[in-house]
């Protein structure tokens, strides 16, 4: 029996959330073809009909979902910026060993995102929203690699970022997946050799002096 969510009135923006949080829910326990309209509706606790009011299609919330997941794992990966120092490498190195960490780093999380990347592949509007969320990634992960005292051209910070953003997908890939053939912060470790190692930089040292700073 698909477990129903108590029944409270909700703003707007609010009604929205809930509904893609069950969404992802669903997507997480059977994949796609079990977030039926139906199936999201008794998860939120509201009629199918209500769906069409926030949405124009399940495909419409499908997108919102993927969106919501794949901008959460960034705003995670960024939240350990809100109290980092100023050290151009300090918070860089925050940010690389964040994004290779828990809670980015989960089972569920590399889960949806293989449901639905899927449909990146046949469905422009998904694709649309793949990009721009692995843009918004890049593009933070850029501009940390902008703020480090060295000498840059534009078109190697992007290349640059490119090679990070790769790297720091597979480590999150494996990570998520086979958390248990790495040793504790093995993952982390060789996150911030590598990184450091594309920008000619060294982050391990980086990170170790703030911790033991802190």
């Known amino acids: 029996m698909t477990e129903r969510r108590p029944y409270r009135r909700e703003s707007e923006e609010r009604r929205r959330d809930d509904l893609i949080a069950a969404a992802l829910e669903l997507v997480a326990e059977g994949g796609l073809r079990a977030a039926t309209v139906r199936a999201i509706a008794d998860r939120a606790g509201v009629t199918p009909g209500l769906i069409r009011h926030y949405f124009s299609s399940k495909e419409d919330l499908t997108r919102a979902a993927y969106r919501k997941l794949m901008d959460s794992m960034t705003a995670d990966s960024a939240a350990v910026l809100q109290d980092a120092p100023t050290d151009p490498l300090a918070r860089l190195a925050r940010f690389v060993v964040a994004s290779v960490s828990p809670p980015v780093v989960d089972p569920v999380a590399v889960g949806l995102w293989a449901g639905f990347v899927h449909d990146v592949r046949r469905d422009a509007s998904m694709r649309e929203v793949h990009s721009a969320t692995y843009l918004a990634f890049r593009d933070k992960l850029q501009s940390l690699i902008a703020d480090l005292p060295r000498q ?50 060294n982050l391990t040292q980086a990170y170790d002096l703030e911790r033991n700073i802190l």
């Open 152 to 201: 840059a051209t534009a078109q190697q910070l992007r290349r640059e970022a490119i090679a990070c953003n790769g790297l720091i997908d597979g480590l999150w890939l494996e990570g998520s997946v086979l958390p248990e053939s790495f040793e504790d912060g093995e993952i982390a470790a060789i996150a911030l050799a590598s990184v450091g190692a594309i920008l000619g930089v």
